[in-house]
């Protein structure tokens, strides 16, 4: 159990920058996104208390979830404010 224990610790670096990397992305990222991966990590992989890991796995999915509901809202705003923009366009168009 120790050994599975010390791969996942000594993993946790990489599988961080990774997931860092992909979620600055997913959320429309394009520049620095390698120094604020860094940012990230250095903020949460400094000393800190810590849960049991399978708490810690739970909470991160939970967060996770989280940014996606907000992304999808975020999202569905965007969408909307087209939308109206374009019923706005088309109303002005068709009154002429």
């Known amino acids: 159990m120790d050994g599975a224990r010390s791969g996942t610790v000594s993993n946790w670096p990489t599988s961080c920058a990774r997931r ?3 979620l600055l992305r997913a ?4 520049r620095n996104i390698t120094t604020w991966s860094d ?3 250095a903020l949460f ?3 800190h208390l810590r849960r049991l890991p399978l708490v810690e796995e739970a909470l991160g999915r939970q967060a996770q979830a989280l940014l996606s509901q907000l992304d999808a809202a975020c999202r569905a705003a965007d969408d909307l404010a087209e939308a109206t923009s374009d019923a706005k366009a088309w109303s002005s168009t068709t009154a002429r």
Request: aromatic content about 8%; overall charge positive; hydrophobic content about 25%.
């Open 20 to 22: 860092f990397h992909a």
């Open 27 to 30: 959320s429309g990222r394009q």
């Open 39 to 41: 940012r990230l990590q």
């Open 45 to 47: 992989g400094g000393e």
